[in-house]
């Protein structure tokens, strides 16, 4: 996606459209409302044509290193929420994210 929309979705609180996505590289492709049955058809018709084992093989050999990376990432943000929640401006931070949700919603 890039450091710079990444930046501005976690900090601004901002919401794509199904394209942005597909620009940044959040998802693969947007299938149209109309198609979307028939292309989840083809798509599931596909996948079941390959090779399972394979498949399965191929998919750990490339998450496996994302997961050990992941892990420590994810270990650090706990330790730094934490930290976070304790501080003054924690809970006013959240009753002003939560009115803001509410507000959009109307």
Request: net charge positive; glycine share 2%; proline share 2%.
């Amino acid at each position: 996606m890039g450091l710079i929309h990444a930046k501005e979705m976690i900090l601004f609180d901002r919401k794509l459209t199904a394209k942005q996505a597909e620009q940044r590289g959040l998802i693969t492709r947007v299938i149209q409302d109309d198609l979307f049955e028939k292309e989840i058809n083809n798509i599931c018709q596909f996948i079941l044509s390959l090779p399972k084992q394979s498949l399965l093989t191929t998919k750990s050999l490339i998450q496996r290193w994302n997961i050990d990376t992941l892990k420590i990432v994810n270990q650090y943000e706990v330790n730094t929420l934490k930290q976070q929640w304790l501080t003054e401006e924690f809970p006013i931070a959240i009753f002003n994210f939560i009115n803001r949700r509410k507000k959009s919603n109307l």
